[in-house]
């Protein structure tokens, strides 16, 4: 197994329910480590073009309008094989579908506002996180 890096966005719904911390902790008993963290709110632009694979899919405009929406807190995650564990700590991309103790099915409100985003594979990995961090800005 190799060491890899892979994105978490903790999304606005999640950030207003004031769970950062207890997602963290989620993290870090499950082998993660953290090794970059950011807070911010996008804007339309960053939002497209960080989801531009989706462009063209039904749920685009309402995927950009709810993470425009308020604060998310993007951060980097580093342990073996960790795009496969982080996925499957998040859960079912809809909530309802989630397996009980995954985070979507705790903090997930519904397919859109579905909690938490990573990375799907080691490239989007690559990309997601030169997005958001430039590599001095990582431990
Ligand atoms: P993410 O990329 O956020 O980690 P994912 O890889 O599980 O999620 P994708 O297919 O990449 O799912 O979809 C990106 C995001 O778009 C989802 O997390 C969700 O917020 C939204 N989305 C995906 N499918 C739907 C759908 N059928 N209806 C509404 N929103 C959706
Ligand atoms: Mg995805």
Redesign the pocket.
């Known amino acids: 197994m190799k060491v890899e890096r892979t994105l978490s966005i903790i999304k606005p719904n999640a950030v207003a329910k004031n769970v950062i911390g207890e997602i963290f902790n989620k993290f870090e008993v499950s082998g993660f480590k953290i090794i970059g963290i950011k807070m911010m709110r996008l804007n339309k632009k960053q939002t497209e073009n960080f989801?531009h694979q989706?462009q063209d899919?039904f749920?685009f405009i309402?995927?950009i309008l709810f993470m425009i929406s308020g604060p998310i807190v993007v951060s980097v995650l580093e342990r073996k094989n960790a795009v496969r564990y982080y996925r499957e700590l998040?859960g079912a991309?809809d909530p309802k579908k989630a397996i009980k103790g995954t985070l979507r099915a705790e903090y997930g409100d519904d397919?859109?506002a579905?909690a938490?985003?990573?990375s799907?594979s080691i490239k989007s990995a690559i990309f997601e996180i030169d997005y958001f961090f430039r590599s001095d800005e990582l431990s």
């Open positions: 989801y989706h899919k749920f309402d995927l998040m991309t397919y859109t579905n938490l985003h990573g799907d």
